[in-house]
């Protein structure tokens, strides 16, 4: 990986903290388990070993990823300009039906859209990505094209 993995602050320190949690807490009950599932006997028909088992693989190779991203990470500080930019809230208006939408823009590995936090290489994050409050930006989306007009940078 060459590139490297845009974060804000607190979006490391979650990366750390699930790492954490992975070597730790998740790999004792991976380990458990395994353990409990041995016990049962024949493990070639045993399905409680092998769901153990994939588990421990998913565990180490989400670690694996986890060391990746928090290795090769940059910190961007929170924007305090009044351009958009990784860690600014946007206050958005559609110019078509007024609708108010609020997004956090943050990091790539950060991003979740149930929490209005959007990648900054997202469609929309990309397309708000170094605009000021009043600027109107036109974004693709799978519904359509949607114009956002920008009211609040915070």
């Known amino acids: 990986m060459d590139d490297k993995i845009l974060l804000t602050g607190k979006g490391l320190k979650d990366l750390q903290a699930e790492l954490e949690e992975r070597k730790t807490v998740v790999r004792k009950q991976i380990a458990d388990e395994i353990e409990v ?3 049962q006997g024949d493990l070639s028909e045993n399905s409680a070993y092998k769901q153990a ?3 421990k ?19 961007v500080k929170a924007n305090k300009t009044n351009k958009v930019g ?18 956090t823009v943050v990091g790539q590995s950060e ?11 997202s469609p929309i994050g990309a397309a708000l990505n170094g605009k000021k409050v009043g600027d109107k930006v036109s974004v693709d989306l799978p519904a359509g094209k949607i114009i956002f007009e920008i009211k609040k940078i915070s």
């Open 37 to 39: 599932a041995r016990q």
């Open 111 to 121: 991003s979740d859209p149930a929490k209005g936090k959007i990648s900054i290489i």
């Open 86 to 103: 990784i860690g600014s809230r946007v206050k958005v208006v559609s110019t078509s039906n007024r609708n108010e939408s609020e997004y």
């Open 53 to 55: 088992m994939e588990n």
């Open 57 to 75: 693989e998913f565990n180490e190779n989400r670690i694996t990823i986890l060391e990746g991203m928090i290795n090769n990470s940059e910190i």
